[in-house]
């Protein structure tokens, strides 16, 4: 196993349920491979070029996987151990950060990675990889994300609250510690340095700069029943919270629509909803799931603003439509994705939708009969 390995994917058609739809899977060796976190887009601006997390030979590494060709090339050679981020990996990992990828916008010529605390960069192209920050001893990263105009921001806990995690404990049973030591970082590509690293009283996570760099958009890693949306004012440097949780409401999975629009996935008691938030005003649209009752997912936005991809409602085990014309969501499912709920976040679908609108990335789950999960790489193309 060494960076710049070739492997041809095996590219398989499956079943779609939506008219016009196709689905492929893509299988280039008999581990696992997964997509980044939901927010971060797997392909590039073309739509020809693949960015995954893959598991062969005993480690994670990060491979790019051309469309046209389906040939699989190996980008990193990490050799990290203890990779696993608990508490939602708490299997031994070697390697990188698994989830934690994300190609470098605008160009999309680089990917960024973390191995251990440290925050990486290898160019698709020459292969040739670059440290470009390392944390304090004793401080772990969470998940990353690069905006638009390349800001890569991720959050931060100390190591020994993680070690525990490892050990059994929960995010939520650490819930009060957690308050004391964490924050988020910001790291300027084009500058080559870092420009932010805000302490916070919470842990935060999916931490994702604005399109303008005008705001920084974080959650509260912690029980979904407190507040969990905050915003940072860069100008300001000032911390508060978004979309006030004071009527009951669990939510989550919040990203940029843009500079001033954030999406969110929430409940309240058993309704499912899709949310989104003006930064400036407030103002805020929540619309209800007609299904009978919430079910946890991940939610993105069609890049025409008019349509909503989920892994989660009215049918958890396939990727499903919304459009968002009236104000009930009304979900058609497309695909199966076969989420095995008893794995951990690397087979979650995390669905994508490209900016071409036609193109959907997520990954796709095979349970076998002894209870082992095989997950592949699978790309949906809407009519």
Not at 224 to 235: A, G, I, S
Request: aromatic letters at 10%; hydrophobic letters at 35%.
């Amino acid at each position: 196993m060494a960076k710049g390995d070739v492997f041809k994917a095996n590219r398989t058609e499956r079943p779609s349920v939506l008219a016009g739809s196709r689905l492929w899977t893509f299988d280039p060796w008999e581990g696992n491979q997964y997509v980044p976190y939901f927010y971060n887009p797997a392909l590039d601006a073309n739509g020809q070029r693949l960015i995954l997390n893959g598991e062969r030979d005993g480690a994670t590494q990060t491979y790019l996987l051309d469309l046209d060709t389906d040939e699989v090339v190996q980008l990193t050679e990490a050799a990290g151990s203890g990779q696993n981020w608990s508490p939602y990996i708490r299997e031994q990992v070697s390697g990188i950060r698994p989830q934690f990828i994300a190609w470098v916008q605008p160009a999309y010529g680089e990917v960024v990675y973390f191995e251990g605390n440290t925050l990486c960069m290898v160019n698709t192209t020459t292969l040739e990889s670059e440290t470009l920050y390392s944390m304090p001893d004793g401080m772990a990263p969470a998940v990353l994300n690069c905006s638009v105009g390349g800001w890569v921001a991720w959050g931060y806990l100390p190591t020994a609250m993680q070690e525990q995690m490892r050990e059994g404990a929960s995010v939520f049973d650490l819930d009060v510690e957690l308050e004391a030591s964490c924050g988020f970082c910001v790291y300027d590509i084009a500058a080559r340095r870092l420009i932010m690293d805000v302490t916070v009283p919470f842990w935060p996570n999916h931490v994702a700069a604005s399109p303008d760099h005008r705001q920084i958009l974080c959650c509260h890693e912690g029980l979904w029943e407190k507040q969990r949306m905050y915003l940072y004012d860069v100008e300001a440097a000032q911390v508060r919270p978004l979309r006030l949780q004071d009527d009951g409401a669990r939510i989550g999975h919040e990203f940029w629509i843009d500079a001033t629009t954030v999406a969110y996935h929430g409940s309240i008691g058993e309704d499912g909803f899709f949310g989104t938030i003006d930064v400036e005003t407030d103002k805020r649209q929540e619309r209800r799931a007609a299904a009978e009752a919430h079910s946890y997912g991940h939610y993105h936005l069609s890049p025409d603003g008019r349509s909503i991809v989920t892994d989660g409602e009215v049918t958890p085990d396939m990727i499903s439509v919304s459009a968002l014309e009236d104000d009930q969501l009304a979900f058609d499912p497309v695909c199966h994705h076969d989420w095995a709920r008893s794995g951990d976040q690397r087979v979650h679908p995390h669905p994508n939708w490209h900016r071409d609108g036609r193109q959907i990335t997520f990954t796709s789950c095979d349970t076998a009969s002894d209870g082992s999960i095989r997950t592949r790489i699978s790309l949906l193309e809407l009519p």
